[in-house]
């Protein structure tokens, strides 16, 4: 292994489990060309995951063996990073709540920053750049059921949202009804209607 090569992994050792690692957070150790040699070298020989282009991240090591860093790990350690907000998809968020049985085959996640690709080993991680309104009521039960009334759209959303309506508490539905202002009319509408419900 190269000098370089131990560099970077010494450089990244105490990093927390899915935290990405840059090629140009490197460049103090080398060249460029010389950093992405030698985080190649590194991929190749399995120390590092290529996660996309000029973002890498590191396995990590059991005593059951190698494996890519959790899912979660690797949002946790983007939201930390950026100043994005990051939540999970509408189909995630409806299986959450119980609307749905359908678990989603692909891991994607709705953010305010771009549209990106993560390769964790065999796993794919998407991150979908969606509309403000979307990320409405990040981190709250709240949030969670507009991106799940989102993903049924318009025709359907009013039904599961009589499914969930016995389950609000008053504090809920007054979250949603002042995050209706942000919604787009057919959201907004149903929305706005729950008092009525309530």
Known sequence: MTHLSTQILEETKGFPEGAPIAAKALLHLGKRAAVDQ????LVARGKLLRARRGVYLRPIESRFGVRAPTVEKVVEAARAQSSETIVSSGAAAANHLGLTTQVPVRQIYLTSGPSRELHLGKQVVEFKHVPRWQLALAGRRTGEIVRALAWF??????????TLKHKLTSTEVSELKTAASSL???????????????
Request: hydrophobic residues 50%; aromatic residues 4%; charged residues 15%.
């Open 38 to 41: 030698a985080l190649s070298r």
């Open 184 to 198: 787009p009319t057919w959201l907004a509408k149903s929305v706005s209607g729950l008092s009525v419900h309530v």
């Open 153 to 162: 759209g318009p025709r359907a959303a009013e039904g599961a949202l009589l």
